[in-house]
């Protein structure tokens, strides 16, 4: 796809965003059974069901671009979610497992709100504002979730990790 315009570069990487999210939706199920500290569970199936909003705000979107948003694969993504992916095939202590999944779920968290802040800005430059309240909404919630990994990392999570164990 060529791009010319501010228009066709926000379209092009809202396909990337697609892509991102449903990445993340196949990879959750796996932190999720992965993850072995309650909270840390909960907070997953949480995003789950908001990384699964996201999906359908995006596809709304699309329509009201008369766009459609496959097309396009989020490599960035890929290979930020591999990481995570391979620190589970490692096995590591439980604890440390949880500080990693952790660590994980923030380079996620991080790449996608890069990418709304970046898009909801290109939304109020092309007179979308309507989408524009669209992503600031799942921007919101990509920042509620990096904060909600943030405090369980420092109560408990990474403190337990730190602990030799028994």
Same mark, same amino acid.
């Given at each position: +796809?060529?791009?010319?315009?501010?228009?066709?570069?926000?379209?092009?990487? !809202?396909?990337?965003?697609?892509?991102? *999210?449903?990445?993340? !939706?196949?990879? !959750?199920?796996?932190?999720?059974?992965?993850?072995?500290?309650?909270?840390?569970?909960?907070? @997953?199936?949480?995003?789950?069901?908001?990384?699964?909003?996201?999906?359908?705000? !995006?596809?709304?979107? @699309?329509?009201?671009?008369?766009?459609?948003?496959?097309?396009?694969?989020?490599?960035? +993504?890929?290979?930020?979610?591999?990481?995570?992916?391979?620190?589970?095939?490692?096995?590591?202590?439980?604890?440390?497992?949880?500080?990693?999944?952790?660590?994980?779920?923030?380079?996620?968290?991080?790449?996608?709100?890069?990418?709304?802040?970046?898009?909801?800005?290109?939304?109020?430059?092309?007179?979308?504002?309507?989408?524009?309240?669209?992503?600031?909404?799942?921007?919101? &919630?990509?920042?509620?979730?990096?904060?909600?990994?943030?405090?369980?990392? *420092?109560?408990?999570?990474?403190? &337990?990790?730190? *602990?030799?164990?028994?």
């Amino acid at each position: +796809m060529e791009m010319d315009t501010l228009h066709e570069l926000y379209v092009d990487e !809202l396909k990337d965003l697609y892509s991102a *999210e449903n990445q993340i !939706l196949k990879a !959750l199920p796996r932190m999720i059974k992965a993850a072995t500290h309650k909270q840390l569970k909960q907070g @997953f199936t949480k995003h789950e069901r908001q990384t699964r909003q996201h999906v359908k705000r !995006l596809e709304r979107i @699309f329509r009201s671009l008369g766009e459609k948003p496959t097309g396009k694969k989020c490599v960035g +993504m890929e290979g930020v979610l591999k990481e995570g992916s391979e620190l589970i095939k490692e096995k590591p202590d439980r604890e440390v497992l949880d500080a990693g999944l952790i660590a994980a779920a923030q380079h996620v968290e991080h790449y996608e709100m890069a990418g709304y802040g970046t898009v909801r800005t290109w939304a109020r430059l092309l007179g979308h504002d309507d989408h524009e309240a669209l992503l600031q909404q799942t921007l919101d &919630e990509e920042r509620d979730t990096d904060e909600a990994l943030t405090a369980m990392a *420092e109560s408990s999570i990474n403190v &337990e990790a730190t *602990e030799p164990e028994e």
